[in-house]
T-cell receptor, first 113, second 115 residues
């Protein structure tokens, strides 16, 4: 079945450091890929998405590129802020995006000033 | 658009009791999903609906769990004879059902504690 593997945390970075959170997937066909974020005390919210190979999703300075050849969707940000402290989840669904999401276990990021 | 709402936000119950949770999706979203999230894990799919039709149920959804979406609007998730292992955050999400990497919008969740 479909699955998502993401790097385990917690990840602790200093403000303005470069962030990479690795995510790889196993899926049949061509899934849609997502990064969701959960800020402290808040619900899950979509950070970015990509629906086909080589697509780059971006939002709030975060980027991730859909790499079919390596089945990866790594999340990156060039300069993190304290406000980026949260738990980040990589997820996939089928191509339409209208089927249940399969999530990774999440990676907790803490950014210190 | 007030977003996805869930009620209650917290529920504490004793083992063996029945509990029911409610989810109100974003209006006009025809897909509604239930997930369960335990500490340190990502959400796991339980079941989902298109309008009032339940399209799929996960193997995680034992026969003690039942979900409904009468009239294709709000949904309820009932757990009968609760067990301590049912303690988790229960999340609801909705989407419009349109094609193309459609976003699921999540509610704040209902945290269930079974004593």
């Amino acid at each position: 079945g479909n699955s998502v593997t993401q790097m385990e945390g917690p990840v602790t970075l200093s403000e303005e450091a470069f962030l990479t959170i690795n995510c790889t997937y196993t899926a049949t066909g061509y899934p849609s890929l997502f990064w969701y974020v959960q800020y402290p005390g808040e619900g899950l919210q979509l950070l970015l998405k990509a629906t086909k190979a080589d697509d780059k999703g971006s939002n709030k300075g975060f980027e991730a590129t859909y790499r079919k050849e390596t089945t990866s969707f790594h999340l990156e940000k060039g300069s993190v802020q304290v406000s980026d402290s949260a738990v980040y989840f990589c997820a996939l669904s089928d191509r339409s995006g209208n089927t249940p999401l399969v999530f990774g276990k999440g990676t907790r990021l803490s950014v210190i000033a | 658009d007030t977003g996805v709402s869930q009620d209650p936000r917290h529920k504490i119950t004793k083992r063996g009791q029945n509990v029911t949770f409610r989810c109100d999706p974003i209006s006009e979203h025809n897909r509604l999903y239930w997930y369960r999230q335990t500490l340190g894990q990502g959400p796991e799919f339980l079941t989902y609906f298109q309008n009032e039709a339940q399209l799929e149920k996960s193997r995680l959804l034992s026969d003690r769990f039942s979900a409904e979406r009468p009239k294709g609007s709000f949904s309820t998730l009932e757990i009968q004879r609760t067990e301590q292992g049912d303690s988790a955050m229960y999340l609801c999400a909705s989407s419009s059902g349109l094609a193309g990497g459609n976003e699921q919008f999540f509610g704040p969740g209902t945290r269930l504690t079974v004593l």
